[in-house]
């Protein structure tokens, strides 16, 4: 299926790298995303094919329209124009990605059975850094099954230091034998 929602993130991503705001706008989705999660109503009324793309729009800038600068509002109106409001969150996500992209920041999945401490994030990402010779964001999620551990994930690797891991490998070997 093709992302519909990725040419609008690239392009606010460019105007946003041309103008030094991608970090501006970076905050401003993560809010556009944070209110479409609080509202899931919000997010059935940007995606109703009853509503016209002006009352989206309009609601959408009664919404936000004192808290973005101009630049982002106008981004605001084209999306609604073009019958994606609905698809803000998937933006969002699309930027956050190009954003890391461009400044070589590699996304890793970590699982563990237990919450990771700050200090035991801090920590791995070092670890990870110098492992994978770049910047790390760490995406941490908790997946009580896996006994104790963790399972790390980059773009090319999983890395099982599971219990539930060794247990399944040790499972296969003596079925194996």
Known sequence: MVDKSLPFAQALLSIGQE????DAFLENLVTVKEVFKENPQLAS??????????????????????DFNGSFVD???????????GSLPSIADDYS?????????QTVKV?????????????????????????????CSIDEKLIAGMRIQTEDSVMD???LGQLNKMKEQLSRS
């Open 75 to 85: 981004f605001l109106k084209v999306v609604c124009r073009h019958s994606m409001a």
């Open 111 to 139: 699982t563990t059975a237990a919450p990771l401490d700050e200090m035991q994030k801090q920590k791995l990402a070092v670890v990870l850094e110098q492992k994978l010779g770049g910047k790390v964001k760490l995406q």
């Open 97 to 105: 990605q190009l954003l890391d992209e461009s400044r070589h920041i």
């Open 161 to 163: 230091a599971t219990y």
């Open 19 to 22: 103008s030094g705001q991608e």
């Open 45 to 66: 009324v940007m995606n109703h094919p009853a509503i016209s793309n002006a009352e989206k729009e309009k609601m959408l800038l009664e919404i936000f329209n004192n």
